[in-house]
């Protein structure tokens, strides 16, 4: 996650079921997003969050520079001549 942009959203064990947070990398620095909390809350590492039960990887796709989809739709991504 450190050398992506990208999050992973996980499940964790809790005392009535299941509860999901969503961690994400700043530069060196793990940070969680926690619903029943306000904020971002840097963690050591994903240890830190509980006992796992799911999670699911979200990774942005890298396009190549000529293939990006353009911006606007009566746009294209090459350069004005």
Do not use: C
């Not at 959203?9 to 299941?18: F, K, R, Y």
């Not at 999901?20 to 809350?41: K, Y």
């Not at 396009?63 to 911006?71: G, I, M, N």
């Amino acid at each position: 996650m450190r050398d992506h942009d990208a999050a992973v959203s996980m499940g964790v064990d809790v005392a009535l079921g299941t509860h999901t947070v969503t961690v994400f990398a700043e530069g060196p620095q793990l940070f969680v997003r926690d619903s029943a909390r306000r904020g971002f809350h840097a963690i050591s590492g994903l240890q830190d969050i509980g006992k796992l039960v799911d999670s699911v990887l979200y990774v942005a796709k890298q396009w190549p520079v000529a293939s990006r989809p353009a911006k606007h739709a009566n746009h294209t991504n090459r350069e004005s001549l």
